[in-house]
DNA sequence: TTTTTATGTCAACCATATTGACATATTATT
DNA sequence: AATAATATGTCAATATGGTTGACATAAAAA
């Protein structure tokens, strides 16, 4: 069956669990709190570049602004991203992490990284970064981003 | 921001839109079928382990026989799978793939080993089996998982 | 003054999941 | 033979995370 097939089942397998294992750990947590992957992406995003309009944030997340109300108004009734209306151009509007954002979003990105350092743990530093590089270049094979 | 905190954001990133590339092929070919992961889960499972029992299925799939019920619905609706009453027991029912059915999954493993050809093309075969040691190791360090 | 832009909201809909309640057929137990 | 347990299936209500279309408002640009 599928085994006779597909020379690449190990690696299709592999990647699939090990995907699943690294949204795990976040995902327990966020359930904790309420919040969903939906959030975690708004806070991945405004954390990596503060001061990011909604409409930038938009692009980032290729997702409906009506799809990222309802999580941001979350947000942001819960103080984790603060809005502020821009100096520049008053129509738009400026989001930022605030202090506990970003604590919970460090908390986050710490939960992922421990699956990380407990893997690499396991390896030599030239596999991890093979590791890297070839994962990249598998990104890099995806879909046509429209980073205009 | 996340740069400075935390050391492991490429690895987290690269991570993510690999598997963003992984699955965006196969999405795309089942939404013009109408399909979509469920479908592909439920195809990948059943071709896998022919003669598997609805309850086997739902125990591999983590999902309530509720959820199942739509989509193996309309896959059997499609005669893209078919059940038929086991010979020891009248109240189970053993699904498989048709050939239109194990033609489709075959489609789909396509797509997705394309990409790892393409990947694994730029690199030597150590650093393909690395690549999958490495990720089996991250795989195995995710939820546990009730194989009882 | 008019038009465009940035944001936001309402409504209807879809896909995928959940839990609870219940029906039916079949097998196992008492 | 009657009863209980098992395997499947369905109905209803709910949740999450998306979609499109229509429309409102405030501010900037033409």
Redesign the pocket.
């Known amino acids: 069956m599928v085994d006779i097939k597909n020379t690449y089942t190990t690696e299709i397998e592999a990647l699939f669990y090990a995907y699943q294992a690294f949204t795990s750990a976040s995902d327990q947590h ?1 359930a904790t709190l ?8 708004i806070l991945y995003f405004v954390g990596g570049a503060p001061n990011l ?6 692009q980032k ?14 947000l ?1 009734a819960q103080s984790l991203v603060v ?1 502020a ?2 100096p ?8 930022r992490l605030s202090t506990e954002g970003e604590r919970l979003l460090d908390t986050l990105l710490g939960l992922q990284t421990d699956l990380l350092e407990r893997t690499f743990l396991q390896f030599s530093a030239e596999d991890r970064q093979m590791w890297l590089a070839l994962t990249q270049t598998m990104a890099g094979h995806g879909p046509k981003m429209d980073n205009s």
């Open positions: 966020l309420g919040l969903g992957r939906a959030h975690h992406r309009s909604v409409g930038e944030l938009l997340l290729q997702i409906s602004k009506q799809a990222l109300s309802a999580p941001l108004r979350q942001q809005g209306v821009s520049e151009d008053r129509r738009v509007k400026l989001l």
